[in-house]
């Protein structure tokens, strides 16, 4: 190829990437009355982003079965093992809940529960869902419409029955034949006693 050709093709490309950008640039123009992300093709497309949830879920139950003078271990049990213990702060557990899906509010709770003695003195945080509000909000899928009932009515079973042409009709279900009694012989299912 000769190099009067090759700079022919390589302005020609240039004018087209230029041509290209111009044209981007201009649809803003164009569409003022409608919003960025309608009209950049860039913000059609988004990355997927992982589910993170670090922490204990704590629910509005757990923490309604707390009582000031419970032992550790009986909140432990309530409420599980708490996600920060401090060895500056060993009366005070901390139970943090983190949530962060693609396309919901990032939610973060917190609970902080305080001893003294080795007893639940007194507990603080945010007010906390209970487990059906919280599974509700988690349910971020598209909503679908009414499932149609997968019966035929009487009408449209004798509907189907006129479109059928004369010669394929459906003979009456018979009950199965039953079964003749074996005559083969079995060995036993125990072993004889002696």
């Given at each position: 190829?000769?190099a ?15 041509s ?39 629910s ?89 009932v ?45």
């Amino acid at each position: 190829m000769s190099a009067k050709n090759r700079h022919g093709i390589q302005t020609a490309l240039t004018v087209l990437a230029c041509s290209a950008l111009a044209a981007c640039g201009s649809i803003k123009g164009m569409t003022s009355g409608l919003s960025d992300s309608k009209i950049n093709p860039v913000n059609w497309i988004t990355p997927y982003k992982i589910e993170i949830v670090q922490g204990n879920f704590v629910s509005k139950e757990q923490v309604e079965l707390l009582k000031p003078g419970m032992l550790r271990a009986q909140v432990r049990e309530v409420l599980g093992t708490p996600l920060l213990t401090s060895v500056f702060h060993a009366d005070r557990w901390d139970y943090v809940f983190t949530l962060k899906r693609q396309g919901v509010q990032p939610q973060a709770l917190k609970l902080t529960v305080f001893f003294k003695n080795d007893v639940l003195e007194r507990f603080e945080g945010d007010a906390m869902p209970s487990e059906s509000e919280f599974v509700s909000r988690l349910d971020s899928r598209r909503k679908l419409g009414k499932v149609p009932v997968l019966e035929l009515t009487d009408e449209q079973l004798k509907a189907a029955e006129k479109k059928k042409p004369a010669g394929t009709s459906t003979p009456p279900a018979t009950p199965p034949a039953p079964m003749a009694p074996s005559t083969a012989s079995y060995p036993p299912l125990e072993s004889p006693t002696r």
